[in-house]
């Protein structure tokens, strides 16, 4: 059994288009993955599956050993498995508290709650009588985080939480990673910048025309076979 999550022989389709072809992947409990791929690659598509969001009837993926496929999103979410997705979708009309608060409704027992999340992102301290609307992209998106924590995630997953910010705050959301591992999660993220992908996780997949092309640890990964499996061989 795998202490974590793991995904065999995935597939998902939208109508008669297939967007994602016998995927299998791992993430252990502690461990950072990254996802590697173009746009339109699935990444978003096999987040979204994992998390309950897309069809995956009949599809192989479980947390500790336990099948959590087919289960509603919530029920994923409190077995432990969140997602933070693409453009954060916050609720607009609630306070940065209320947002934060949100993410206690599928709360498991465990180490997160609100002291520890601003702990984490101080800059939200100040901001928590705030509507997501005042807040910057950066803080925002710490909101975001945030929630998913809240709920003590075992297996947080994160799609391109760079999207449209500053270098500085992306360095700045990026920082905060360890503070968030040390409590044992394990982490599947979305990240464009290879770089930086690669330099925040032990291991990482690629991604290309929804199939998994290349993967291994991320300390030894050839930058150049990466992209050249990115983007197909020419
Ligand atoms: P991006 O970086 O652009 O988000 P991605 O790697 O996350 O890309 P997905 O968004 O998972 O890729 O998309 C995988 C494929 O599925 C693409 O060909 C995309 O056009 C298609 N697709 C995604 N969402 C839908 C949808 N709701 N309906 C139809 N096709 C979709």
Known sequence: MIEGL???SLTAHYGAMRALSGVSLTVHHGEVVSLIGANGAGKSTLLRSIAGYQRARGQDIRLNGEIVAGLA??????????????GRRLFPD??????????????RAGDWTLDRV????????????HRPGQLSGGQQQMVAIGRA?????????????????????????YAALP?????????LIVEQDI???LKASDRFVTLR????VLEGASATADRHAITTAYFGAA
């Open 179 to 187: 503070a968030i591992l040390s409590t044992g999660l394990g982490a």
């Open 149 to 173: 924590l809240m709920s003590n995630p075992q297996i947080l997953m994160l799609d391109e939480v760079s999207l449209g910010l500053a270098p500085k705050v992306i360095e700045e959301l």
């Open 209 to 212: 025309e929804g199939t998994v």
């Open 94 to 107: 609630l306070t940065v508290t209320e947002n934060l608060k949100i993410g206690a409704e599928t709360r």
């Open 118 to 129: 601003l702990q984490v992102f101080p800059a939200l301290t100040e901001r928590l009588s």
């Open 73 to 86: 999103p919530h029920a994923i979410a409190r077995k432990g498995v969140v997602l933070v997705p693409e």
């Open 6 to 8: 793991s995904v065999t």
């Open 195 to 197: 770089g930086r992908a």
